[in-house]
């Protein structure tokens, strides 16, 4: 179970300049140049330089580090030092060893009854697959699938999960007209996002395609930010939603899942959880309508 918030220090809203300089940054006082979220920019951040970090860190080990020790190197350099984030509703300073916890547990109890009913849990924009890897321990005897842009991660979850044939990871691309990985994926499937939609601004092809595949999915999950749920009538909600707007990060998600006639929320929350106070992520659990 998640550990209570209340024993790590809440941070005000008037000292979040202190933990961030993303308060400076949205309210224009530090230069900041906006991204254009294309896949140059996926494979320029993503595939050159942060999971070529750890395949790099990986080989350099000689192949002795886990997805789990790698997870946590990508996340912070020292999983011990308090950072600003995010957790049930509130902004507080915690450890990223924490925040990495509370993640895990929240996607569990949020999961653990589909799981139970899927045979495949496939998870897109899954970096190496060291949230599909954290799962697997938890739920035995499933399969994991991810799919992910870039060919470091992809090359590294090949090389951390070369003995263990259940988990694997294959090139995929979210703006693709079908995805293989669900193709070839067993039914029943679960199908996960975490922090990867959030590199589409727009997720209406994306549900598009996943609908092609009604018929195997019994149930999605997502936790990424919620622009939509964003209350723009308190200052943290609007500073929340222009921090989305100009990392040209996804924007209607939730609005969309909750739009469309083929798919029936089961649960919705924001400001779950955060790796830092702008970036406050949102879950929703939902399925295909009869
Ligand atoms: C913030 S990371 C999240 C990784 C992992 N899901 C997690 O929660 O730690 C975003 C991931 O989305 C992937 N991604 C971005 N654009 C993508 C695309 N068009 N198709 C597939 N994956 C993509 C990135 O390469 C990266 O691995």
């Known amino acids: 179970m998640a550990s209570a918030p209340q024993s790590f220090a809440p941070i005000d809203l008037n000292d979040l300049p202190r933990w961030s300089t993303w308060s400076a940054r949205l309210l224009g006082l530090e230069t900041f140049e906006q991204p254009v979220r294309t896949q140059s920019k996926i494979d320029e951040e993503y595939g050159r330089v942060k999971w070529q970090a750890c395949l790099d860190a990986w080989r350099t080990s000689g192949g002795k580090l886990d997805a789990d020790q790698l997870r946590a190197s990508y996340y912070a350099s020292d999983p011990s030092a ?22 895990d547990d929240l996607l569990a109890e949020w999961m653990t ?3 139970g009913r899927a045979t495949t849990i496939v998870e897109l924009g899954a970096g190496f697959g060291h949230i599909l890897w954290a799962l697997r321990r938890r739920f035995p005897g ?5 799919g992910e842009y870039t060919a470091s991660a992809v090359e590294l979850a090949a090389g951390l999960y070369a003995t263990h044939p259940d988990i694997s990871v294959e090139r995929f691309d979210f703006y693709d007209s079908r995805y293989a990985v669900l193709e070839r994926a067993a039914a029943p499937v679960v199908v996960l996002t975490s922090q990867a939609l959030e590199q589409i601004p727009d997720a209406r092809g994306t549900l598009d395609t996943l609908a092609k595949y009604r018929d195997k999915i019994i149930a999605g999950f997502h936790i990424e930010p919620a622009y939509d749920l964003q209350d723009t009538s308190t200052l943290l909600g609007q500073m929340r939603r222009r921090y989305l707007e ?8 939730f609005g969309e899942l909750r739009r469309r006639p083929e798919i029936r929320v089961l649960r919705m929350e924001q400001d779950v959880i955060g790796w830092n106070p ?13």
């Open 246 to 253: 100009i990392n040209d990060y996804n924007r209607n998600l």
């Open 113 to 115: 009854a589909a799981i």
């Open 82 to 103: 308090l950072r600003p984030a995010v957790y049930h509703g509130k902004l507080l300073a915690a450890p990223a060893s924490q925040i990495m916890a509370w993640y």
């Open 278 to 290: 702008f970036n406050s992520l949102g879950m929703a659990h939902w399925e295909f309508a009869a």
């Open 142 to 146: 499933k399969q994991w699938r991810g």
